[in-house]
């Protein structure tokens, strides 16, 4: 898959949610329904220029534009990936005993820990001469009704050191 291979359909996209049509977006943004078309459908590349017109007439931020963008490459992704598999690629199926036991094994823990009031799961797996040890928790755990939430941790910087004490000297003498 080529690089930003994907802006055109991210834009249709766009469009589509807002539910509004390549001539509403052209006038908006001050580009042709036709250039706009061909760009949706890959037959011609958005200049940054064009790009960018149309991201201000919508009011997206360049940051929101390549979040989505990034949403509509994995799903890409996913299916080329589906699609090899089901051609014959490197499928699940291909892979030895026991690399698939061991996934069944982390499946089934992930599945019982989010299924807790706090998940977590950790455990360990043997595959072949290696013990593979792993710990699943949730970035953000829901709040449990019968044990309060905890304060949320402040990022303190070590005590600074302590500086060097003087010794006593001696009394200097007066020259």
Do not use: C
Request: aromatic residues 6%; positive net charge; hydrophobic residues 40%.
């Amino acid at each position: 898959m080529h690089l930003f291979y994907l802006i055109g359909e991210t834009l249709r996209r766009i469009r589509n949610e807002r539910g509004k049509t390549l001539a509403q977006i052209g006038k908006e943004a001050g580009v042709g329904r036709g250039q706009l078309s061909r760009i949706e459908n890959s037959h011609q590349k958005a200049t940054f220029v064009t790009l960018s017109k149309i991201l201000v007439s919508q009011g997206i931020s360049r940051r929101e534009f390549f979040r989505r963008y990034e949403l509509v490459e994995a799903e890409a992704l996913g299916l080329q990936n589906d699609e090899v598999s089901a051609a014959g690629g490197a499928a699940a199926e291909e892979w030895p005993a026991e690399v698939r036991q061991a996934l069944k094994q982390v499946e089934s823990f992930v599945s019982a820990a989010f299924l807790q009031p706090r998940p977590v799961a950790q455990g360990t797996l043997e595959l072949g001469d290696l013990v593979i040890l792993f710990r699943v928790v949730s970035k953000n755990p829901p709040p449990s009704p019968d044990v309060p939430a905890a304060p949320p941790a402040v990022d303190t910087p070590p005590p600074a050191p302590e500086p060097p004490k003087k010794r006593p000297g001696r009394p200097r003498k007066a020259s």
